[in-house]
């Protein structure tokens, strides 16, 4: 597609629920990227995929949190009973991969726990 | 380890004022940098960028400068306006990842 898309672009969980966040990359792009941003601060890395290979979930912040990228094209960002703590925007990001470039952003899902 | 550090907002100013926005790394190696701008019910756009020393990154009339020898990439722009009210977000890629600021809330008022 033509940019990163992000659904849904809302989602409101009652505590203990589980959710699923789905992000689409611009086609053709090898790295995907998840960020949490909090009200008023900067994007905070999760994880990291190239291609269907996770690399980097060292910013996840728990257990209860997992992503997929199973065919290396569209992924899934799943939080399972959720919590107050977990109420964000959750953005994904691709990018071509290739060395240190930029990533492309979605609009993010805004997620609130209630 | 690697880390970004912004100027706190928001910064205020009238049109056709002169922009500053500081921000200083932390990072090994030899990290590209960029500028994000956050407009009000958007997503993340890249502004600008800069990948080696002395390199200038500039977009839309927005300028910084990568400076090794200060590790800083200051935003600046001549002569802002309205329709440049936003948060503005530093970050810098040092391996496979972006890495942000805390970002900087620009309200420009006519």
């Known amino acids: 597609g033509a940019g990163v898309s992000q659904s849904p672009r809302y989602k409101v969980a009652k505590r203990g629920q589980d959710v699923a966040l789905r992000c689409d990359p611009i086609s053709g792009h090898v790295s995907l990227f998840w960020y949490q941003q909090a009200l008023g601060q900067g994007p905070e890395f999760l994880t990291y995929?190239?291609?269907?290979?996770?690399?980097?979930k060292s910013g996840l912040p728990s257990d209860r949190f997992f992503a997929e990228r199973p065919e290396g094209s569209v992924s899934t960002l799943k939080i399972q009973r959720t919590q107050q703590e977990d109420s964000a925007v959750y953005l994904c990001a691709s990018s071509s991969g290739q060395g240190k470039t930029e990533a492309f952003f979605g609009q993010g899902t805004r997620l609130t726990v209630v | 380890g690697n880390s970004v550090t912004q100027m706190e907002g928001p910064v205020t100013l009238s049109e056709e004022a002169f922009l500053t926005i500081n921000c200083t790394y932390t990072?090994?190696?030899?990290?590209?940098l960029f500028w994000y701008v956050q407009y009000p019910g958007e997503g993340l756009q890249l502004l600008l960028k800069?990948?080696?020393?002395?390199d200038k990154g500039s977009n839309k009339g927005f300028e910084a400068t990568y400076r090794k020898e200060t590790t800083s990439f200051h935003l600046e722009k001549g002569s802002v306006q309205v329709s440049d009210s936003a948060v503005y977000f530093c970050a810098l890629i040092p391996d496979d990842k972006l890495i942000f600021g805390t970002g900087t809330r620009l309200q420009v008022f006519p």
């Open positions: 995929f190239q291609n269907e290979a996770q690399l980097d």
């Open positions: 800069a990948t080696k020393a002395d």
């Open positions: 990072a090994t190696g030899y990290p590209s």
